[in-house]
């Protein structure tokens, strides 16, 4: 495919199976999931108590996951408002891929006593499917999108829907790529493209948030690094490919993308825009995340 637009490039996405591979791949390089949960057990139990929520004894706090996937990062957020903010929680969790949703349900089967008084509502929806089906009453004291909000559509509607759902006093939490690190950069160097347009970074939801007159009241950086050595080898490996594919979230990259935007890619990704120099020439990513908190008042 040598002769390839750029336009005729798949979107990542778009290949669900093999975007759980390029994903499980770039989490054990970079350690994403675990540099978030540490940001969570480290804020979390402030966040919650600073929580202007009135509930009744007899009330449930309540609490929607939107992408929760396999619930690593979203049982410990759902543990710590169970602890912090009210002992009685039902959290609605929303994650279309049934693999993922899987391993969160098998998860909280093995550390059941972690999820005590909290009421699981297992929804293999996406985030499109349970707008359509919401009702106009139901309101979340709490709403998490834990690097899911690339995948819910149109940004504007999608955040319109989110502040609208969340109740008087409530909390949504976002993390999101940095526009300040490296692949938030490489994503806006991209921004061209048909493919990168479905990307973002916290520059873009900024906005968006202004425009729809949503106040961000705070923002954090999670500091993420990532050895992406392999996607500079001259003879790819399989893991150089589908590092590669993840960081464009394109598909086959390499192989298809068109010499002269692939070199370019390459060019910008291994910049000082983008990385540093490691031990023994490695080339470390910055990719870190932004958790973005917006309050309902």
């Not at 929804?123 to 004291?141: L, M, P, S, V």
């Not at 940095?178 to 490489?186: F, I, N, V």
């Not at 949503?214 to 080898?233: H, N, V």
Request: hydrophobic share 35%; proline share 2%; charged share 25%.
């Amino acid at each position: 495919m040598a002769g390839a637009s750029i336009e005729s490039l798949r979107h990542l996405s778009d290949d669900a199976d093999y975007y759980v591979t390029a994903l499980d791949l770039y989490n054990r390089e970079s350690r994403r999931v675990q540099r978030i949960c540490e940001w969570v057990d480290g804020n979390l139990h402030a966040m919650a108590t600073s929580m202007d929520v009135t509930l009744q004894k007899e009330d449930s706090f309540s609490v929607l996951s939107v992408g929760a996937g396999d619930g690593i990062v979203d049982h410990r957020i759902l543990g710590h408002l169970r602890d912090s903010a009210h002992p009685q929680l039902r959290a609605v969790i929303l994650e279309p891929d049934s693999h993922m949703m899987q391993q969160y349900q098998d998860l909280v089967s093995k550390e059941s006593t972690k999820l005590q008084g909290v009421d699981l509502d297992w929804r293999q929806q996406t985030f499109q499917e349970f707008q359509a089906t919401a009702k106009e009453d139901d309101k979340f004291h709490f709403i998490s999108c834990i690097n899911s909000l690339y995948y819910c559509g149109d940004l504007e509607k999608s955040l319109k829907f989110l502040y609208e759902k969340l109740d008087s006093g409530g909390l949504l939490l976002i993390t999101i790529l940095s526009a300040e690190g490296g692949l938030g950069k490489l994503w806006q160097h991209l921004s061209n493209t048909s493919i990168s347009q479905r990307q973002f970074t916290s520059c873009y939801l900024q906005e968006t948030c202004k425009k729809q007159n949503i106040p961000i009241a705070e923002m954090q950086k999670i500091s993420i690094q990532c050895d992406i050595s392999p996607c500079f080898d001259h003879q790819l490996s399989q893991d150089g490919n589908t590092l590669l594919d993840f960081l464009t979230h394109t598909v086959n990259f390499a192989q298809n993308a068109p010499a002269e935007y692939r070199d370019d890619v390459l060019r910008f990704l291994g910049s000082p825009e983008c990385s540093v120099r490691g031990s023994g020439g490695k080339v470390i990513l910055d990719a870190s995340n932004v958790a973005v908190l917006i309050r309902k008042q």
